[in-house]
């Protein structure tokens, strides 16, 4: 099993561009996530979806959409990029809250810079 | 709203001490309790975890006590080694109507030298 992968692993984008992150879970669970990381500040939730089809917004949703058209792959885009949106973005998938299987487990990371 | 609070590092220790790292938390009902590790260059791992009050999570020579009390889940290891340098996240599962937030600390970067 791979966990989660996501693409690409770096990018660099101009003000005002676009771009699509791609997260892909090979364990069949149900919930996705997208989460910021930015210094001092810890892990930020942007999106989230608990089943194919469906997305919500989380803490941080202004500028960014999301997609999840099929259960394995959750899709972050960004319509025009802002210097703001410099971060690390990390993906996660999870069971159906239950405290036997409310643990998350992450991508590898997109380091994205916006000039 | 729920929100952890870590104690700020870096925390800088050499090989073999002791180590704690801070961690208290503020929610409503009975959340589950998480340490995470990032390594650098990596995403994160899931280090330990608790989902009630005074179990005890452990993993790795790691351990963290859920503590209603006070509210804290503090992370504790023994003898630390050069390749514990990372940065821990501690986090709550604030389970809300949809989904399962996560909300977590700022993070502590931990330095071991050798």
């Known amino acids: 099993n791979a966990g989660v992968t996501q693409t690409p692993k770096f990018r660099v984008l101009k003000t005002g561009q676009s771009m699509t992150l791609l997260c892909a879970q090979d364990m069949n669970h149900e919930y996705m996530y997208w989460y910021r990381q930015d210094p001092g500040m810890g892990l930020r939730l942007i999106h989230y979806?608990?089943?194919?089809?469906?997305?919500a917004k989380g803490e941080v949703p202004d500028g960014y959409n999301v997609s999840r058209l099929k259960k394995q792959n959750f899709l972050l885009g960004l319509e025009s990029a802002a210097p703001s949106q410099t971060s690390v973005y990390f993906c996660a998938s999870s069971s159906p809250p239950h405290r036997a299987t409310d643990t998350q487990y992450f991508g590898p990371g997109t380091r994205l810079t916006v000039l | 709203g729920d929100s952890v609070t870590q104690m700020e590092g870096p925390v800088t220790l050499s090989e073999e001490a002791f180590l704690t790292i801070n961690c208290t938390y503020t929610?409503?009902?009975?959340?589950?309790l998480f340490w995470y590790v990032q390594y650098p260059g990596e995403g994160l791992q899931l280090l330990l975890k608790a989902t009630k009050a005074d179990d005890k999570g452990s993993n790795k020579g790691f351990e963290a006590t859920y503590r209603k009390e006070t509210t804290s889940f503090h992370l504790e290891k023994g003898s630390v080694q050069v390749s514990d340098s990372a940065v821990y996240f501690c986090?709550?599962?604030?389970?809300?109507?949809?989904?399962?937030?996560?909300?977590f600390g700022a993070g502590t970067i931990l330095r071991v030298k050798s």
């Open positions: 986090a709550l599962s604030g389970a809300w109507e949809y989904g399962n937030k996560l909300v």
């Open positions: 979806s608990v089943g194919e089809g469906t997305t």
């Open positions: 929610a409503t009902g009975y959340p589950s």
